[in-house]
Every structure is written in structure tokens, then in C-alpha cells.
């Protein structure tokens, strides 16, 4: 993998684990409503807080919550609503290609009229009636975000897969008599990983930004548990006043991660394709 | 006489070609009513130029493609569509034949530890297979990649093996080979031929190659058998369509 | 003046320190109207001779070292630049797979207007003319219509008809040809064989005939050059090497085609695989696999004259000379 593939990756890592780490990381808990002085609502980056002399180095909002730790717990649940919707969302749209591209016919057509029907809708309007429908919540927001991306998963695979179908191991295995799943599982389905491995990381960036995108217009997720979206919409009224921490910290958070996401994937898409491998 | 091992009766095979938004449909016959009689121990060569429907004959002797019309039979029982266990196939390019992702070990017993065939242990059962077919017992644990050639084409045979086919149908399996390794793999088919008493089906281009392995040969021209013959008869076929 | 002189040609793969000697001081001439075909093994270097004459080596291979002179002109002295052009009007290259040559978006006819006129000042129309004539030379039925086709339209051998015809368009004087019959079946390259021997005969064109098949060499080239792990092994006549080979890895050659030996017995073969090549192997590079191997061979075997025009690297050759 090239250097840039690797420093993306290794500070992905870096923030996921920051992330799971956040209730030791952060110094206060910003979702504890009793922890958090009114009195210190919107300082600046650097301030001391009033009464226990802690330094809130990135300020605090309006609540006055430290911005650094609702940023690692916003980043907690923007990182696990992605990740856990690009997974399920992966499987949902691996098994459907992969069924599509063996049966072909009708169950190809079917499967594959229905992914033509689901892209042409923007995304964000399917999440958005979908959450509409049945209201905020991390569980509701992750079927959303199912719900809109796994026709993309879908596609690639079953393309991914008849390119691979068309390859004498293939038949090899159906001539040795291999179970149909054994066949789509052990030989399809890794020969196509790469690919999918490269969609899914480009994905993960638009998964969590649909998040962001849906959180701050309010319909993400519940005002108690603060995503990265949630925090910019929260700061977003003081942005002119010259509070500019409130929304551009966590802004430029999820400018590193999204971005993170797509060198990750251009790096996979080059180390698949051996075209490009020596460049 | 004897019942044969493998026969296929008055098979046709034709495509629906719909040409542009016009949609005007035409057929095209591959395969025009072929019958083919295979005993057992027997080896026969099946020789055409690209076109005349040896390959699709072939994929439809093994069952990886049903035929438009016709029957197969096994031993006299008449096959269903699908593989058969005891017809096998030696594929002509090994590079895209074997798995890119699995180590020798599991192309050569994942279909017989299915399928229940290892009785004993599965590394002394690889190990067999693998010297059986000339090749060293260390390379069990390459990927195909790390492989040459020749050796990607005798893990091929030895995966079709692996079953006990009584078939084996080769489709161009020496095609792609440098005529040293070509030698190699044609002396080793012939060898394992007399020694588990298999049924060789031979589909080549190369005349050179069907005469030296097979005692009978059948000659296929725009999806028809044209002629059958012995193979020390080829000699006064057309010289148009072979080089001799 | 020959059309092509190349004098001890060598190219290594991948990095200076332990790099692969893929062609090892590989000299040949070709004369103008002859055909010689350079044969060997995949991996024995004759591709990469080819490409070197062509200039076509990009890294990881090198060109280390040799000359390599077109029409008298020494082409290893010339700028990258200046070489584009002089190949591009005096020698042509023609491929296994004619979507090597050929643009698969691109009508027939615009690849063949814009081979000609990137090298030659001639008007659209008249360049359009000359398309269609070499089509019909290279024997395309219906030049007309195919002209205005697309690659994916045409079958598998009116592709390379065509690739041929594209490179054949400039009239060049050195046409080389890597292995460009081995996809097609034998009808098929029966033909082109024959159109390709038309043409030279006809234009008095050298050809470098690169490829693996003995069999293909035997009814076509003039002179045959065969190279094993980097070098060329024996050179001479065509008609004289195939009858009476004087290498053991020519002889081993001819004996593993079907049809040398009764049907049904056991073909000959060689023990073992090609030597590696980084570094190459002490001495004579064949020796670990040579029936005739002796304790001389542990020496780099020279390349020696044995008459008739030919020559063998072989310190036990089967043909003595006379």
C-alpha cells in the first residue's frame, strides 16, 4: 500500500481508538448534565474553567460542555453509527449481489430493478422520509443509512461477481460438485473483496456524513447523545458572532475523518488493481 | 458389445442473438444434432478450428452448459443437466483454472473432504495427488501465482483427480504451453491414462497433439461431426483446414 | 547494409544491485526481403530483444549495454525523441493480442488516417485512400465497410489483419512480429503466415519473426535464431537447424513436438526448469539440464561458426564442423 494509504490508515485507527476511549480520554462527561457549570457556556479555547480550575482547551458551548470531549464522544457515535451501517449494509448488499450474479434472470432482474429504483432516489431523501417515518434514535438513523447505501454495495458485487463467474475456477468448482454457498462464499466472494473492501471505504465516508448531514438538520439523532453533525449545528447560530470553536472544531474532525476515508479507499483501489500498483 | 461409459445423443445447441434496438432475432446453431460414443478406456480427440463448437460440446459433455436439445447418458442411465462425479475437465488457461486466493492444498481437497474421500489424513492425501502428477509435496502450501506454468497445469489435472473421475475431458489443456512443457504434460496425461484406466476426451486445435495421444478422432467443422476417424487416418484430411 | 544490425544487446530487469540478466549480448543482423525467427521459450528474453529493437522497454527493464543500428543509423546514439519518429517510419511492431495496436473507441479508419499522416504530409483523403488499399492488401473482404468499424466489431483474426495492416501502412523496412498467430487457430495463421510472406516479397521488408512454435519457424522464415535463458543458443538456416540441430536445447526442442516420436510413446523431454537469471548461472547456461553436459561446461561456451552460416554456443555440438 502506498504512504498515504498507511498514514490514513493509521490515523483512522488513531481516532477509532481515541473514540472507544473517550470516557477515560475526555475530562468530563458531556452527556452527565450535572457535571456541566452553565456558568462556563461558551469560553474560548484555552480558558480555565470557573470552579474546579481545569483549561477547557478547545472552549465549550453553549451548555458549557468542554468541546474536546463532547468532540470524542461525538466522534464515538458518528464513527459507530458509520462503521455499523456500512457493515450491515455491506452484508445486505454482498448476499443480494452475489444471489443476482449466480441465479441470474429473474432473480437478477428483480434484485437488480429494485437497486436501479433505489439509486435513483438521492439518498439523503430516502433517510430523510425514512426518519421522518419513524423518528430519532442511533438504532433508527443506522436503518436509514442501511436503507440508503446497500443498493451501491449491491451493484458492485453482483458486477464484481460475473466477472468473476465467467473464470474457469468457478467452474471448476460447480464441476467438483461444491454446495452453491461454498462456491459464492470461499471462491466468489474474496476474489471480489477487493473491490468491495474499496467501496465500502468510500462508503463509510458518505455513511457518516449523511449522519452528520441528517443530525444537523435535526433529524439524526436525539440532543442528548451529540454526533459530530449534532456539535456544527448546535454552534452554528454563533458562528457569526465570532464563536467560531463551537462549529469549527468539530467541523474540521470530521473534514480529517471523511478524508481519511477516501485516501484509505483510493490507496485499496490502487493496491486491487494492478495497473496502478507501480505507480 | 459392452455398455459404453459415456454417450451423448443428437446434441444441439443454438443461441438467441437480438441484433441492436431493433431487436431483430437470429439464431446461431453452435452445436447441429452431435452424437458421441465414449468407451471406457478409451481416447479421443475432438479437432476443429475456433468456431466449430468443440469447446461447447465439451462444456456440455462435462454439464456446465444444458444443450438447447438432447440427452447425455452415463453407463446407459441417462444424466440429468449438471456435473456428473466421474466426468472431470483439465481447463486450457490454469492461471484463471485455479483459484487465485487458495493455497494448493485446498484446490486439490476441498472437493474430496466434501464429498468424503479422505480417509486418511488430508496432508498425506494431498501429498499423493501431488506426486502423482510429478510435482513436489512441498509445494502444498504456494498459491497458484507462486507457480510456474507447467506447475499450474499439473495441479489442474491433479485437482480433477483428486474425485476418481472415469472422464477426464481436457479442453486445450496444452494450448498455452511451451512445447517442452507441452511434452511433459501430454507424457504425464498419457501415463495416468494407463495407469487409473481413464477415459481421455481430447479437444485441441493441434493435430500434432490429438494424433500422438488419441486412437480415435473426431473432426468437427460449423457445429457438425464431419468425419470419424482412426488417428493414423488423419494424414489425408483436407490440408486446408489443418497444418499436417 | 543490412536492414537491422544489433551487437551484443543486453537488458536487465529491476534494480542495479541484483538485477536479472534477461538478454545477455545478443547480437543479429537481418537483411532487406529475409524473415528470421527468433525462438524460444517464454521467459527466454526474445520478447524483450524484440521490444528493445522496437524501443519500447520501460522500467523496470534496462537496456544496459549494445548497439542496435536501423537503415546505418546507430539508433542507441539517437534522443528519445528523435527516436520515436525514425521507428515509427522505418520499422513496425505487431502483437499476440491485436488490441495492443488497436484503439477500441476509434473507427478502423481513423487509426489508419492518423498512423499515416503522424508520419507522412498526406491529405486526409488520400490517406483515406491508402487505408483502404492496405485493407484490401492484408485481405479484408469488404474494405469499404470495415473501414468505418469499430475493433469490436470485427472477428478475432480480421483484428489482427488489421493491427498488421496498421503497421505494415507506413511502409517500414523492419516489420517485428511477437507472436502474433499464436491466439488464432491454424487456418487463421496459415493465412496470415502467407500474407505476411506476400508482403516481403513483395516490398522486399525484413521481418523478425519472435515466437515459441518450431512448427511456425519450419514453413516460413529464412533463418533461425534460437535463445535460451538470455542467449542466443544456435543460429543458421532454417532449413539446416530443423534437419541437423547442433545445440542439445534445439535438439530437445524438436523433440518434444508431437509427431517426432510413434504415437502413443513417451515424447522427449528435459529434466528440470530454466535456470534464474539474477544472478545467471557459471558457465554454459544450459548445462544443469544438457544430456551431453561434461566437466568443460563449467567454461562459458563461446559462440562458434560450424559452417553453413551457422553458429552454436555448445562445447559439444551434434554437428561437427566440417
Redesign the interface.
Known sequence: MSRRGWFSLILLAALLLAALLAPWLASQNPYDLATLDILDARLPPGSAALDHGGTYWLGTDAQGRDMLSAMLYGLRISLAVGVLSTLLALTAGVVLGLLAAWHGRWVDALIMRVVDIQLSFPAILLALVLLALTGPGVSKIVLALLAAQWAYYARTARSAALVECQKDYVAAARLLRLPTWRILLRHVLPNCLPTLLTVAALQLAAAISLEATLSFLGLGLPVTEPSLGLLIANGFQYLLSGRYWISVFPGLLLVVVLTCCNLLADALRQRADPREAGR | MNEPLFHARNISQSYVLANGWRQRRSTLQALDDVSLTLHAGESVGIVG??GSGKSTLA?II???LPPTAGERYWQGQRLPDG?H?G???V???AA???????RVTELIA??PR??GLITSGESDFVATQLNRVGLDPQLAQRYPHQL???QRARV?IA??LA?KPQLLVCDEAVAAL???????I??LL??LRRELGLTLLFIS?????V???CERVVVMHHGRIVETTS??QLAGLPS????S | MSVLDVKDLTIHIGDTKSPAHAVDSVSLHIERGEVVALVGESGSGKTLTGLAIAGLLDPPLRRVGGEITLLGENLSALPESQLRRRRGDRLAMVFQDPMATLNPVLRIETQLVETIRAHRNVGRNAARDEALAMLDEVGITLPAQRLRAYPHELSGGMRQRVAIGAALINRPALLIADEPTTALDVTLQAQILALIDQYRRDHGTAVLWITHDLGVAAGFADRVLVMYAGQIVESGPCARVLQAPAHPYTAALLGAIPGSVPPGTPLATLPGQPPGLSPPPEGCRFRARCPRAAAACIAAPPQVATGEARTVRCFFPLVTPP
Not at chain 2, 484463471?96 to 487458495?102: E, T, Y
Not at chain 2, 511451451?178 to 511433459?184: E, T, Y
Open positions: 478450428e475456433s462444456r462435462v454439464g456446465l456435473p462425479a466426468i472431470q475437465m481447463f486450457q488457461d484463471s483454472a485455479l483459484n487465485p486466493r487458495a476441498e472437493a466434501i464429498h510456474s506454468g507447467g489442474g485437482r480433477a474425485v511451451d512445447v517442452l512443457i507441452q511434452a511433459q501430454l507424457n498419457q501415463q486445435h493441434d493435430l500434432g497433439v494424433r500422438h495421444l488417428a493414423g486446408s483446414l489443418f497444418r
